[in-house]
């Protein structure tokens, strides 16, 4: 069965380093998405991405965060300045379209994101 | 915030049924129910989702009230493997509105 990936699993990184974290999506997905969890908090939207741009993005995501799609397979994460808040799970989530029948979002098994 | 209440958690005996409530009073109706469930901090995992009429699949079955306001999930003979935290969530479906609001959800603990 077809699933998302994500690398790494886990990424330690020294506050105001730049992180990139990368998902594979389903391959035959159209939209693809970012969530994050902070530790024993609840699963938050970040943003939305098809066809080359952004959908929909949430109040977190600042100009701290960017996504990219920089080929046919990978779609990216990068927050450029990470702070200590930014420690969480991050999951990537893709589905097959935006139709009625077609829009359920699959989820990655995610990256924890550690900043020191 | 979430447009659905569900109880904090929830235990059940292992090969029993977990009927796992949600209500979603304020529902309309191009909306659906959605279910997820988060094993131990692993990526959220798709389970059924309907909009009016009762569902089922592999996993679960989906029974949605007539009035649509509240809805109870049934994983027929659970395992301890189901233990986890079962999130239900309102949304509409397609175009440009993809995010999933995620709220507290039911931490079903399986017993053996």
């Known amino acids: 069965e077809p699933e998302v990936t994500q690398t790494p699993s886990h990424q330690v990184t020294q506050m105001g380093q730049e992180v990139i974290l990368r998902c594979v999506p389903i391959s035959n997905h159209l939209y693809f998405y970012w969530y994050r969890q902070i530790l024993g908090q609840k699963v938050e939207f970040l943003v939305s991405f098809y066809n080359n741009e952004i959908s929909e993005k949430s109040e977190i995501f600042d100009d701290q965060f960017s996504v990219e799609r920089p080929d046919g397979s990978n779609f990216t994460l990068k927050i450029r300045s990470t702070k200590l808040e930014d420690s969480a799970m991050y999951f990537c989530?893709?589905?097959?379209?935006?139709?009625?029948?077609?829009?359920?979002?699959?989820f990655g098994p995610g990256t924890r994101l550690t900043v020191l | 915030d979430a447009k659905t209440t569900q109880p904090p958690s929830m235990d059940c005996a292992e090969g029993r049924a977990a009927n796992l409530p949600c209500n979603h009073s304020?529902?309309?109706?191009?909306?659906?129910v959605y279910w997820y469930r988060q094993i131990h901090s692993q990526g959220p995992q798709y389970i059924i989702h309907?909009?009016?009429n009762n569902e089922t699949n592999e996993m679960a079955s989906l029974i949605i009230t007539e009035d649509r306001k509240s809805s109870t999930l049934i994983l027929p003979h659970a395992t301890l493997r189901d233990t986890a935290v079962y999130y239900c969530?309102?949304?509409?479906?397609?175009?440009?509105?993809?995010?999933?609001?995620f709220g507290k959800g039911t931490k079903l603990s399986v017993k053996p």
């Open positions: 309907g909009l009016k």
């Open positions: 304020t529902i309309s109706g191009n909306e659906y």
């Open positions: 969530i309102v949304r509409s479906r397609g175009g440009s509105q993809g995010n999933l609001i």
């Open positions: 989530a893709s589905s097959l379209a935006g139709e009625i029948s077609t829009d359920t979002q699959y």
